[in-house]
């Protein structure tokens, strides 16, 4: 299904850097609103090697141009398509695999400037999930489109999380940014079913705008959210979607660390 932004009522992202040093006023912006925005909040040297590699990838998956010189953005090979639902396709399995176990992946989820972040948000320290995505949208695929929805209608037990969405490329609105609404997370929204999503009234206002590499959106796991189609003439959309939880959530399905002994009522001995 098309996205378009101009169907809807937009307000730009709201910078919360100002509030970076202000811990009480962040995390009532984050309560209040359900979402944060910085705009470059990462260095180029974390962000970089991870547009590096997935780029290699995703060339050599046919999807998109060589990119040797590490450009902030990527343009589609003629005729790539992904095979089935997209997320189905087993070479984009096989990336996120790949590119979310690389070092540089890891450097840049474990940035102390993002656990900041989510600390004071969740008033702890938080840990990162063992599974998270790296978005490759092509342009002209509206069928690949990410419809609006909650993450706790897919992930109920996780009511705790809170997601980081990092574009790794240039991402005007055609190329299709992330979209949030305001304030959604204080109400359950109706999905029509798992692969559709929300309808979502057209006079409900969406918080977005143009964004880059180095720029983040946070929000919560029922934060209401989509991304806009990539009707782009040739840009592919790239993004990491990184969820993180509080520490010390109990009965963890997000971490590798729910079989260890003594979790999830394993005791250490086995039993
Ligand atoms: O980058 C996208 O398309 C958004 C992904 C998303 O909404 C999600 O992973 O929950």
Request: glycine content about 8%; some cysteine; aromatic content about 10%.
């Amino acid at each position: 299904m098309l996205l378009r932004p101009e169907k809807y009522p937009l307000t730009p992202f709201e910078d919360a850097t100002s509030l970076r040093e202000k811990p009480e006023l962040l995390r009532a912006r984050a309560e209040e609103s359900g979402y944060l925005y910085f705009a470059d909040l990462i260095p180029a040297y974390r962000i970089d090697p991870v547009r590096a590699f997935e780029g290699r990838l995703s060339a050599g998956y046919g999807w998109t141009e060589p990119n040797p010189e590490n450009r902030p953005f990527q343009h589609v090979r003629q005729g790539a398509c992904f095979d089935g639902h997209g997320w189905d396709d087993p070479r984009f399995i096989q990336l996120q695999r790949q590119v979310c176990t690389h070092p540089a992946f890891r450097s840049l989820v474990l940035d102390e400037r993002i656990l900041r972040v989510l600390g004071i948000v969740c008033g702890e320290a938080v840990a990162v999930a063992t599974m998270n995505q790296c978005w490759v949208k092509l342009p002209g695929d509206p069928e690949h489109t990410t419809l609006p929805h909650q993450d706790n209608f897919y992930l109920p037990a996780c009511p705790r999380m809170w997601s980081v969405w990092i574009p790794l490329v240039d991402t005007p609105l055609e190329v299709g940014p992330l979209a949030v609404v305001p304030g959604s997370h204080n109400k359950v929204w109706r999905h029509r079913d798992h692969l559709h999503g929300i309808d979502v009234p057209r006079d409900v206002v969406w918080a977005t705008g143009p964004v880059h590499p180095g720029d983040i959106v946070v929000y919560g796991a029922a934060t209401v959210h989509c991304a806009w189609s990539n009707v782009s003439k040739s840009n592919v959309r790239v993004a990491l979607d990184v969820r993180y939880e509080p520490v010390r959530t109990t009965d963890s399905i997000l971490r590798a660390d729910v079989w260890a002994p003594g979790s999830c009522g394993i005791a250490s001995d086995g039993t």
